[in-house]
């Protein structure tokens, strides 16, 4: 593809950090930019620095816009970068990234636009639903994609004017696996050496319940829990530390770059899951695809995601009953064999979501949007 012919992509997501939908959305654009294609990543604000070294990445506003005057001059900037890279595709992210982009790209010329459904829906206020079902019958979005089985549910029920306009496109992900021994892991992040370690990778959030993960520590003996990832609950979860009197063994290490993301599962004996919602799972499936053993809360998506051919790859409890979450920590801990089998399991997970599928059907979802073929030729 010469580059008179490359597509013109924009790529737009709601703040820049490294999360789960921000995590696609970057392999999205590498493997675009290796196709040839003109990408551009644009964030709603700033809110790590995770972004901060790539020239393809632009932010409408420095932080998160409060109050009338700031979300103005956010909507301005949006409107204004979109019109100058008058892209040929708007791909969006996140409720809010579909919510607000897809108009505004409209408004800036934008011929075609992608959203994409990554939220669960228990996560979403009323009037956003609304909003997003009314965006998609009038057709603000050309295509909808739906990353599970259970997200594609969601919509069931809705209007055929919607829901003929969902593509079902299952997340794929980068091998996070290394070679590293976990003694040496733990020591270049400075996490104990001679404990049980228990860890996940997550925005600090309610949504992801990690209180549950800090209040079964009493019940694992010795356990330690490390926490990577960043957000605005991490006082509230230092405060669940020292009520439980678990302080010295939580540790906050803050976000990690996605290339030190497998240094970090190198480092745990388990990984623990207990968020609340979810549409699909990147972290729990990122971390069994090392062979690491996974205890999940029973959500009917981790279910789904974390299985192949029907064999599970992780334990799976009710994260709001601590006891049935602590023991099954407990059970994954205490036997070998267990853990062994569920790492088995988990390194097949690359065969069912490979990151070449993923990015080769949004590329072919890209070429029949503006008539070419060759867009789904790396």
Same mark, same amino acid.
Request: net charge neutral; with cysteine.
């Given at each position: 593809?010469?580059?008179?012919?490359?597509?013109?992509?924009?790529?737009?997501? *709601?703040?820049?950090?490294?999360?789960?939908?921000?995590?696609?959305?970057?392999?999205?654009?590498?493997?675009?930019?290796?196709?040839?294609?003109?990408?551009?990543?644009?964030?709603?604000?700033?809110?790590?620095?995770?972004?901060?070294? %790539?020239a393809q990445v632009e932010f409408c506003a420095d932080e998160r816009p409060s109050g009338p005057l700031a979300f103005l001059r956010f /909507?301005?900037?949006?409107?204004?970068?979109?019109?100058?890279?008058?892209? &040929?595709?708007?791909? *969006?992210?996140?409720?809010?990234?579909?919510?607000?982009?897809?108009?505004?790209?409209?408004?800036?010329?934008?011929?075609?636009?992608?959203?994409n459904q990554v939220t669960a829906g228990a996560l979403l206020a009323p009037w956003l639903v609304g909003a997003d079902k009314w965006l998609?019958?009038?057709?603000?979005?050309?295509?909808?994609?739906?990353?599970?089985?259970?997200?594609?549910?969601?919509?069931?029920?809705?209007?055929?004017?919607?829901?003929?306009?969902?593509?079902?496109?299952?997340?794929?992900?980068?091998?996070?696996?290394?070679?590293?021994?976990?003694?040496?892991?733990?020591?270049?992040?400075?996490? +104990?050496?001679?404990?049980?370690?228990?860890?996940?990778?997550?925005?600090?959030?309610?949504?992801?319940?990690? #209180?549950?993960?800090?209040?079964?520590?009493?019940?694992? &003996?010795?356990?330690? /829990?490390?926490?990577?990832?960043?957000?605005? #609950?991490? +006082?509230?979860?230092?405060?669940?530390?020292?009520?439980?009197?678990?302080?010295?063994?939580?540790?906050? /290490?803050?976000?990690?770059? +996605?290339?030190?993301?497998?240094?970090?599962?190198?480092?745990?004996?388990?990984?623990?899951?207990?968020?609340?919602?979810?549409?699909?799972?990147?972290?729990?499936?990122?971390?069994?695809? *090392?062979?690491?053993?996974?205890?999940?809360?029973?959500?009917?998506?981790?279910?789904?995601?974390?299985?192949?051919?029907?064999? +599970?790859?992780?334990?799976?409890?009710?994260?709001?009953?601590?006891?049935?979450?602590?023991?099954?920590?407990?059970?994954?801990?205490? #036997?070998?064999?267990?853990?062994?089998?569920?790492?088995?399991?988990?390194?097949?997970?690359?065969?069912?979501?490979?990151? %070449?599928?993923?990015?080769?059907?949004?590329?072919?979802?890209?070429?029949? /949007?503006?008539?070419?073929?060759?867009?789904?030729r790396p």
């Amino acid at each position: 593809m010469s580059d008179a012919s490359a597509p013109r992509i924009a790529l737009v997501q *709601t703040q820049a950090e490294n999360a789960g939908a921000q995590e696609i959305s970057r392999l999205l654009a590498a493997d675009f930019t290796a196709r040839g294609f003109d990408v551009r990543q644009l964030f709603f604000f700033h809110r790590t620095g995770s972004f901060d070294a %790539s020239a393809q990445v632009e932010f409408c506003a420095d932080e998160r816009p409060s109050g009338p005057l700031a979300f103005l001059r956010f /909507l301005f900037q949006l409107y204004t970068r979109l019109r100058r890279m008058r892209p &040929d595709v708007v791909v *969006t992210f996140q409720h809010y990234g579909n919510v607000i982009a897809a108009p505004v790209a409209r408004l800036a010329g934008a011929r075609r636009v992608v959203a994409n459904q990554v939220t669960a829906g228990a996560l979403l206020a009323p009037w956003l639903v609304g909003a997003d079902k009314w965006l998609g019958r009038l057709g603000a979005y050309d295509r909808i994609v739906v990353n599970s089985d259970v997200t594609a549910d969601m919509f069931k029920d809705y209007p055929a004017s919607y829901r003929q306009r969902i593509v079902h496109i299952d997340h794929g992900f980068e091998d996070k696996t290394q070679t590293i021994g976990k003694a040496e892991a733990r020591a270049q992040l400075g996490l +104990p050496l001679d404990v049980p370690l228990l860890g996940c990778a997550a925005r600090l959030h309610p949504s992801k319940q990690l #209180d549950v993960a800090i209040a079964i520590l009493p019940a694992i &003996d010795k356990a330690h /829990l490390a926490l990577a990832g960043q957000g605005a #609950d991490r +006082p509230r979860l230092e405060a669940a530390a020292r009520e439980a009197g678990v302080s010295a063994r939580v540790h906050f /290490l803050g976000e990690l770059a +996605p290339e030190r993301i497998g240094l970090f599962l190198a480092a745990l004996d388990c990984f623990v899951f207990p968020s609340a919602a979810e549409s699909f799972g990147l972290a729990p499936v990122e971390a069994a695809q *090392t062979g690491l053993p996974v205890v999940a809360n029973e959500l009917p998506v981790l279910k789904d995601v974390l299985s192949v051919e029907g064999e +599970p790859c992780a334990i799976f409890a009710d994260a709001r009953d601590h006891a049935a979450f602590g023991n099954a920590v407990n059970l994954v801990l205490d #036997d070998p064999a267990l853990a062994a089998k569920l790492g088995a399991v988990g390194r097949r997970l690359k065969g069912r979501y490979p990151l %070449s599928a993923m990015t080769g059907a949004y590329a072919e979802l890209i070429g029949k /949007l503006i008539g070419s073929g060759d867009a789904s030729r790396p």
